[in-house]
């Protein structure tokens, strides 16, 4: 296969999977993350695996530095024919000790209450959710202009489809980030370039790892709940979101979908807890 995809994010637990899997597929991988390290050790497993990958150090925040990374990317693996928006998270600053009111505490200074958020977290977690998928899509959908079978592929979450308790800024991006792909479905749609969205439920990652799992590695009391309101009873393993992936990256299987954001979350969002 002579197509690239840009991967954000790519150094990630989530994305690192995808990229493995997009180029076991024969795509060349181009690994745009922040963390250029945890990249280039993604880099290393693809290469020892025969697959073709680069990795770049990116800011998706940082529009001029994507420009820089894209001219590499196509002088190095040719033009990108699909994104993959990963990069994305929360931030403690805008994460609530409680998850419904308590009088009394909500006027305490000692602790994050919603009067209290931090105006700089929030703005920092929307932008790199919301902006860190509107701004690689300027720079690299570009490049999809009169290629066939081209498509984006955007990263949303549980909290799109029901706002967790205590990340209200991290809610608010990722039903932004599901509504935007949406919107570019149908921008693009006369150009033939398909967007998309994937939902993660629960899985684990070094961002949520301490929220879910103890010193001990049981269940927190938030991860227990969140077993409880997953019908399958478990958190999603790695590779049980590659074939959601591979299905709307691929023209000749999902060519007549787009505009659609898919939940891959063992019933989450099924379930009403009774």
Not at 30 to 40: P, S, V
Not at 52 to 70: G, I, P, S
Not at 134 to 139: M, R
Not at 147 to 159: D, F, L, R, V
Request: with cysteine.
């Amino acid at each position: 296969m002579n197509r690239t995809v840009v991967i954000t994010g790519a150094g990630g637990v989530l994305c690192s999977a995808f990229s493995k899997a997009m180029a076991e597929k024969g795509y060349r991988v181009a690994l745009l993350d922040l963390n250029e390290e945890a990249a280039r050790a993604v880099e290393r497993e693809i290469s020892l695996s025969g697959g073709t990958a680069r990795a770049y150090k990116c800011d998706v925040l940082d529009r001029e530095n994507l420009e820089q990374v894209r001219v590499r990317v196509n002088e190095e693996l040719g033009k990108c024919s699909i994104l993959i928006n990963g990069a994305g998270g929360n931030n403690p600053k805008c994460t609530t000790a409680h998850e419904i009111f308590e009088d009394g505490d909500e006027i305490r200074e000692d602790i994050l209450t919603f009067f209290n958020l931090d105006k700089s977290g929030f703005d920092f977690v929307f932008s790199l959710n919301l902006m860190g998928t509107l701004l690689p899509t300027q720079v690299f959908a570009k490049d999809m202009l009169n290629q066939e079978g081209c498509s984006i592929i955007n990263i949303s979450s549980m909290n799109a489809f029901r706002p967790l308790t205590r990340i209200p800024a991290y809610s608010a991006a990722k039903a932004a980030v599901s509504n935007f792909t949406q919107w570019l479905a149908v921008h693009f749609a006369n150009k033939g370039i398909r967007v998309n969205a994937i939902a993660p439920g629960f899985f684990v990652t070094h961002q949520n790892r301490s929220l879910l799992f103890d010193e001990n590695n049981n269940p927190t009391p938030r991860a227990q709940k969140i077993l409880r309101a997953t019908p399958m009873g478990r958190f999603g393993e790695q590779n049980e979101l590659i074939g959601t992936l591979l299905w709307l990256t691929d023209s000749s299987a999902s060519g007549f979908v787009t505009g659609v954001v898919v939940p891959v979350d063992g019933g989450f969002s099924a379930y009403s807890g009774v």
